[in-house]
C-alpha cells in the first residue's frame, strides 16, 4: 500500500518534468529551436554520458564543492558564533546591528571586483565571497532562534547552577538548532550559487568556470551538460541537508 | 460584619503534628520589595515582604493569581533580584541561584530539553559533576527515575509522555540536584485532577523520606491545606503577607481521609472565604 501511495505522490511531478522534456525534444526536432543554441535533452543526456564516462566530470566537481564546503563551514562557524554573542549579550547586539544590518543588504557578488583588489583573482577571492554570503543567513537566524528562547528554558539551566559554557552548549545552541539550521539551509544554496558566480569570474577550474569555459568556446552540448551537474549536485545537496536535519532535529515541533 | 479571621477556625492542634522546634530558618525574606516599571511607571509587586521559612517545613504560599506569587518564589530562588531587602538560605544573602536549592516550575514542558531523553534531561542536574563517570550518570538518572515511578522510560523523550509524566520527570531531575530546599511553582496546576492528586500525595512523600524543605506557591486552597504545614497569605498588590497559619494537621496525610478530616474542611472554607472575598466575588 504505501509504495502506491508514495507512487501516487511523485507520479505528477515526474510526469511534469517528462512533458517539458519531451514538449523540449519535440521542439528541437521539429526546428522550432536551433539546435546549436539548444540542443535537444537526448543530444545533452549523450553528451554528458560521454563526459561521465570519460571521468573529467570529477576533477571540476570536487574542485567546485571543495571550495564550497570550506566556505560554508567556515560561514556556519562564524554566523552561529557571532549570532549567540548577539542574542545572548545585550551590548554585543547593539554593537554589532548597525554593521550587520550595513554589510547584508549588499547584493555579494558586487564585491567581488573590490576584492580581487585586495585578495587577487583566485581562491582566496572566491573563498571569501563565499563566506561572505553564506554568513548572513546563518548569523540572522541564529540571533532569533537564540533570542525566542523560552525564559523558562534559560532559568532551568540557572536553577540547576549552569556554567557559562554548559549554558550555551547544553542549552542554548540545541534550542536554537532548529532556528539556526534554517538559515543554514538558505546559506547553503546561496553559497553554491557564490561559488558558481566567483568561479566564473575568477575561477580556472570547477564547474562555474567550465559552464562560462564551454560557452565561450562554442561548446554548447557540453555546457548544456554541466548545467545538468549543477542541477544535480544543487537536488544531492538539498536531500542531504534534509537527511542530517532529520536526524539531527527529530523533536522538532513536538514540544 | 462576618468575621472571616482565621482565628475563628482555629482548632487545637493534634499531638502528633511534628513541631520543627526549635525553629532553624532555612529562608529568610527580610523586608523584599519589587516593583516593575510599566508603560504607567514604576508598578509595585511586593511590598516590604517579611517571612521565614522554617528547616524541613512544608511552606504554602497561598494567594489570588496576578498578586505577585511566582515573583515572590523567584526572589527567593536567586532567579530575580529584589528591588530593595534581601533573601537569605541558611544565613547567606541570596544573589543568584544558591547550591542546594532546586525551583520547580510550573510549565514542566518548557523545562524540559525536548532534545534529550528522559535520563538525560535528569542528568543535566548532576552530570557537570567530574566525581560520577558516564555509568554512574547513566544509574544514578535511574535512580531518581525509580523514585518518580518512571523506570522503564528512561529513552523515551519528554514529548512523547503525558504531562503528568512530564512533570515527574521536572521533579526527579530537580532531587537528582540534591537539594535541601525545593521550591515549587504552582508544579500542578497544569494537570488533570486526578494526576494532581497523584503528584501531590508524591511529593509530600519525598519532602517526608528527604527531610526537604518545600515551599510551594499556590492559588488552589484544597492544595495548600493538604500539602502544608504552614500557609502564608498574601494580600492582593501590592503584595503583603498578611498571616501566616499553622495548618495542624497530622502526617503522613491520605488524598482522601485528610480531605475530609474537620480540620481541614474548616480551614479550606476559612480560607476559601477569604479569598473570595479579597477577589471581590462576595
Redesign the interface.
Known amino acids: 500500500m504505501s509504495r502506491r501511495t508514495a507512487m501516487a505522490r511523485w507520479l505528477p511531478g515526474a510526469a511534469s518534468v517528462l512533458l517539458v522534456l519531451a514538449a523540449w525534444e519535440a521542439a528541437v526536432r521539429a526546428g522550432a529551436v536551433n539546435p546549436a543554441l539548444l540542443p535537444a535533452p537526448s543530444v545533452v543526456l549523450s553528451t554528458l554520458g560521454g563526459v561521465l564516462r570519460a571521468g573529467e566530470v570529477f576533477g571540476p566537481l570536487r574542485q567546485t564543492l571543495q571550495l564550497m564546503a570550506a566556505g560554508y563551514a567556515i560561514a556556519c562557524v562564524l554566523g552561529i558564533a557571532l549570532g549567540i554573542v548577539m542574542g545572548r549579550s545585550e551590548a554585543g547586539y547593539r554593537l554589532f546591528e548597525p554593521l550587520v544590518e550595513l554589510v547584508r543588504p549588499i547584493p555579494k557578488p558586487a564585491l567581488i571586483p573590490p576584492l580581487f583588489l585586495f585578495l587577487g583573482i583566485g581562491v582566496k577571492t572566491m573563498l571569501f565571497i563565499v563566506v561572505l554570503a553564506a554568513f548572513f543567513p546563518v548569523l540572522i537566524n541564529t540571533v532569533q532562534g537564540v533570542r525566542g528562547i ?1 525564559p ?2 534559560l ?2 539551566a ?6 557559562r559554557a ?1 549554558v550555551v552548549f ?2 542554548v545552541l ?2 536554537a ?1 532548529p532556528m539556526i539550521a534554517i538559515g543554514m539551509r538558505v546559506s547553503l544554496a546561496i553559497a553554491l550559487t557564490l561559488v558558481i558566480v566567483a568561479e566564473m569570474l575568477a575561477g580556472e577550474n570547477g564547474v562555474g568556470f567550465l559552464i562560462l569555459d564551454m560557452q565561450r568556446a562554442f561548446r554548447i552540448q557540453h555546457m548544456y551538460a554541466w548545467l545538468v551537474v549543477l542541477a544535480a549536485v544543487g537536488v544531492a545537496l538539498n536531500a542531504a541537508f534534509e537527511w542530517v536535519e532529520r536526524r539531527l ?3 522538532r515541533g ?2 | 460584619m462576618k468575621n472571616h479571621h482565621l482565628s475563628a477556625v482555629r482548632v487545637t492542634a493534634p499531638p502528633d503534628v511534628p513541631h520543627p522546634t526549635p525553629a532553624a530558618r532555612a529562608i529568610e525574606l527580610d523586608h523584599v520589595s519589587r516593583s516593575f516599571s510599566s508603560s504607567e511607571g514604576e508598578l509595585l509587586a511586593l511590598r516590604d515582604i517579611a517571612l521565614e521559612v522554617r528547616e524541613g517545613e512544608f511552606l504554602a504560599i497561598l494567594g489570588p493569581s496576578g498578586c505577585g506569587k511566582s515573583t515572590l518564589l ?1 526572589i527567593m ?3 530575580m533580584p529584589a528591588s530593595s531587602g534581601q533573601a537569605r538560605l541558611h544565613g547567606r544573602p541570596v544573589d ?2 544558591p ?1 542546594g ?3 520547580l ?1 510550573q ?1 514542566y ?3 524540559l ?3 534529550r531523553s528522559v535520563a538525560a534531561n535528569v542528568a ?2 548532576f552530570e ?1 559533576d567530574a566525581r560520577y563517570s558516564r555509568a554512574q550518570v547513566r544509574e544514578r538518572a535511574g535512580q531518581y527515575l525509580a523514585l518518580v515511578g518512571l523506570t522503564g522510560f528512561e529513552k523515551h ?1 519528554p ?1 512523547q509522555l503525558s504531562g503528568g509524566m512530564q512533570q515527574r520527570v521536572a521533579i526527579a ?1 530537580a532531587l537528582a ?1 540534591n537539594p535541601r530546599v525545593l521550591l515549587l511553582d504552582e508544579p500542578f496546576s497544569a494537570v488533570d485532577a486526578l494526576t494532581r492528586v497523584e503528584l501531590q500525595t508524591l511529593i509530600l512523600d519525598l519532602w517526608r523520606r528527604h527531610g526537604l524543605t518545600v515551599v510551594l506557591v499556590t492559588h488552589d486552597v484544597d492544595e495548600a491545606v493538604f500539602l502544608s504545614d504552614r500557609i502564608a497569605i498574601l494580600s492582593r498588590r501590592p503584595t503583603t503577607v498578611e498571616e501566616v497559619i499553622d495548618t495542624g494537621i497530622a502526617h503522613p496525610r491520605d488524598a482522601i481521609a485528610t480531605r475530609e478530616h474537620p480540620r481541614f474542611l474548616a480551614l479550606r472554607h476559612a480560607l476559601m472565604e477569604r479569598l473570595l472575598q479579597r477577589g471581590g466575588h462576595a
Open positions: 523560552d523558562v528554558l532559568n532551568t540557572r536553577t540547576f547552577r549552569l556554567g554548559a547544553k542549552v540545541p534550542a538548532l532535529l527529530p523533536w513536538r514540544q | 523567584q530562588a536567586g532567579l543568584g541561584p547550591e536549592m532546586v525551583y516550575f510549565q514542558a518548557k523545562s530539553l525536548p532534545w543535566l542536574a557537570g523523550y514529548w531531575r540536584a
